[in-house]
Each structure stands twice: as C-alpha cells, then as structure tokens.
C-alpha cells in the first residue's frame, strides 16, 4: 500500500484495465482524484458524468466520463457510495477568500497540477476531480453543505480503467470537508490479477 500523505499529492499511471484502489486507512479523510488520459489531452468531465449518469453522485457501477465523452474509468466498488463531483480542488486562492488565510497553505489545486506535472502533462486549466469521501449534502433550495466523511477507517473505492490513464490523488489539507479534523493520509494500491 501506497501512503499519500496529509495534504499531499501522487501521480498513478494506470493501464487499461487495471484498478486503482484508493484507501482511507484512518477514516473520515477525503480527497481529490483528477483523471486524464495517458496524453493528458482528455480529461476528467463532472457536468458529462451528471448527463450520462444522471445524476451528482457516483459510486459502484457509475462511469466517469471525459471532455471529449470517452469512458475514462468505472467504479467498481466502494465501500463508502457517496463521492462529491461538486467542487473546485481546494486552492490558495480559496483558503484566502473564504478563510482569510495569508501566507502559503497546502492545496488540492496545486498538488493536482504538480501531480500531473510529474506525469509529463501540464494542465492548462482544472478541471473538477473526483471529491472522494467527501460528504456533501445539497437541500432542495439548492444549498450545499458539508457533513464529516462517512468513510471508516479501511474503506476504499476501487476503480477500473477504461483507456490508459494519467491520475493524480490527493489527501486533502482543508479541515472543513474532513468533519473539523486535521488532514490525514490516504493510501493507494494497482492490485494484481
Ligand atoms: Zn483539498
């Protein structure tokens, strides 16, 4: 097993056909998994995943879809069956304007991008990840809400590639989507056979 550390970054390259599983090996950590081509000229789309999928959340069974409507991954299993696709990755910009953070803080929106770097692919604009663990609830007024994750520590999810593949996941540092906590590890593993 594979440890992403506390507000931390990895980039994954995944075979077509291979699974990725991601772990919360202490519970109640979310994280964010961005998903790209190998060439990184497809990337991971939340508003066509809503329209094939039909609805905002995903989990065993659901596709997620790419910009150019291509089956990039499909979730095979997961133990926790809510996974936000709401949200922008956590960004400094975001830490500044909602929290008055001055100063450097670790985020989503720049581990994803280094992430990514290190997978020879430069991303000229974020897209939405995949807000794994994270527990969003929307009320019928349209209002959005954080609820701690109902992840247990050991739960995972498990993906399978549809195309060869470019992933970077992080341990997300914001302690608002980790139910006040502070930021934990998460794990990953490309199991065998
Ligand atoms: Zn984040």
Redesign the pocket.
Known sequence: MNIVSAGTGVGIHLQRGERLRVIDPEGGQSG?LLIASRDGRERLSNGRTFDYGGKIYVSTGDVLWSDRSNALATIVQDDVGKHDFLYS??SLEMYRIQYGVTGYHA??NDNLRSAMRDLGIELDFMPTPLNIFMNVAVAPDGRLSFGPPKSRAGDAIVLRAEMDLAIAL?A???ST?NGGAPARPLAYEVPKG
């Open positions: 964010d990755p956590c985020n989503c992080t997300c540092p914001a989507c």
